[in-house]
């Protein structure tokens, strides 16, 4: 009399789980993994586990942990950079774009503070390991082009005067790229830095006092 035999399933696979469903998810899982604990201290066995499948099934989308990291630094860039076009698709002028810009990364950062944190953490990551600058670099090339493009439009609308274009663009990124460092942890602090770069380019940060 033959036993019959137990059923087994993968941890975390079902039969019917869409394989871009599984990408998504691992995707997901290891961005907040590398942002929390950074590459060297974050395993893909962690990641695999977190993510609900084997390590073996985490290697068959993704070959080494650094191809790994790549995909997750290539799918952040690219969503953020969606977001940030989407908000400025209908708005004039380089101040209402910056804006524009400011409060989508708020919101970003209040749906999913991992995708900031992500961000901070890979700038650590890169200090570290050198050679993953030509990995990432292309990513940070689209990014630093979309910077231009506001400083540029607002070049043309006449919003920023031509002479002082690098030093606006200098402003820009360094203000952008600091919300996805020590501001993204809390989202009370991400608002009012928020608020303070708005008030900075209105030039009301700092409050006139009258001479006595």
Not at 7 to 26: K, Q
Not at 50 to 63: D, M, Q, S, V, W
């Amino acid at each position: 009399m033959s036993r019959a035999k137990k059923s087994t399933s993968r941890l975390g696979r079902p039969p019917a789980t869409d394989s871009a469903d599984t990408r998504r998810t691992i995707l997901d899982v290891a961005r907040a993994a590398f942002a929390d604990r950074g590459f060297e201290v974050t395993t893909n066995r962690e990641i695999a586990t977190e993510a609900g499948i084997t390590p073996a099934a985490l290697y068959h989308y993704f070959p080494s942990k650094l191809d790994l990291f790549v995909a997750v630094h290539h799918d952040t860039q690219e969503r953020v950079l969606a977001r940030f076009n989407e908000a400025i698709s209908d708005v004039s002028g380089f101040v209402p774009r910056f804006e524009a810009i400011l409060d989508e990364s708020h919101r970003m950062n209040n749906e999913d503070p991992s995708l900031a944190r992500f961000l901070g953490s890979v700038r650590v990551d890169v200090a570290r390991h050198p050679e993953f600058e030509m990995a990432v670099q292309v990513d940070q090339a689209a990014m630093d082009a979309f910077f231009r493009s506001i400083v540029d439009h607002g070049v043309e609308t006449g919003d920023v005067d031509r002479s002082r274009r690098a030093l606006v663009l200098s402003f820009v990124a360094t203000t952008l790229t600091g919300l996805t460092t020590g501001q993204s942890a809390s989202d009370r602090q991400h608002a009012l830095a928020v608020e303070a770069i708005k008030a900075a380019v209105r030039g009301d940060l700092v409050a006139r006092l009258p001479h006595v």
